[in-house]
């Protein structure tokens, strides 16, 4: 199946502070999430992106897909911003399943 | 909107034994995904049901099935359990298949084998 790499596997921050997490993909993908799972499991929908750029307040991400990269943007982060952020992939090819990345790791603090 | 519901929340068995969860898809939503987390795998694709028929499966043995119903609603069932079960069970739903569709997660199962 496909590969989905994310860097940096953590990553500790200032409150206040931008960061940028990436998601590597080996094969071409017909869906693309990403989501940040809070500290109860819960996995939350931040952007639905196969392809472009979007934002949403602090949070904006871009997918370029030719290059099989999605990048996800967190500027002035807050405490709350912690937690694990995955993104998920649908492999174009084998069409069967999502592939998970590992995650990344984030810790804001005050 | 509600979203997407999973019960119970936690549920505590032992080796052996069989359990049964159950996922609420957003109303008009027509396709549920099962996926089991576990700190040493991650997150694992188990299944996609799709208008009663399953899609799509993942490598897990046959000792974890499912099945939907006609209001979309999904269970799970694992038989036989070990300890290695234990894991937290996401459901998520979406309009159409999840292959071209956004997923929306439940906030998920623990289950506990003992």
């Known amino acids: 199946g496909i590969q989905v790499e994310q860097s940096p596997p953590d990553l500790i921050l200032q409150e206040g502070a931008n960061s940028t997490l990436r998601c590597n993909f080996s094969d071409s993908v017909n869906n693309l999430q990403w989501f940040h799972q809070n500290p109860w499991g819960q996995l939350i929908n931040l952007f639905y992106i196969p392809s472009g750029t979007k934002q949403n307040g602090r949070l904006s991400a871009t997918t370029v897909a030719t290059e099989r990269y999605s990048l996800l943007y967190i500027s002035s982060s807050q405490t709350t911003d912690s937690g694990v952020y995955f993104c998920a992939v649908w492999d174009s090819n084998t069409g069967n399943q999502f592939y998970f990345g590992t995650g990344t790791s984030l810790t804001v603090i005050p | ?114």
């Not at chain 2, 080796?15 to 700190?39: E, F, K, M």
């Not at chain 2, 040493?40 to 043995?61: A, C, D």
């Not at chain 2, 046959?62 to 999904?74: H, I, L, V």
């Open chain 2, 1 to 114: 909107k509600a979203g997407v519901t999973q019960t119970p929340r936690y549920l505590i068995k032992t080796r052996g034994q069989q359990v049964t969860l159950s996922c609420s898809p957003i109303s008009g939503h027509r396709s549920v995904s099962w996926y089991q987390q576990t700190p040493g795998q991650g997150l694992q694709f188990l299944f996609e049901y799709f208008s009663e028929t399953q899609r799509n499966k993942g490598n897990f043995p046959g000792r974890f099935s499912g099945r939907q119903f006609s209001n979309s609603r999904s269970e799970m069932n694992v038989s036989t359990l070990e300890l290695g079960d234990s894991a937290l069970y996401l459901c998520a739903s979406s309009r159409l298949t999840s292959r071209f569709n956004e997923q929306f997660f439940g906030p998920g199962t623990r289950l506990t084998v003992l």
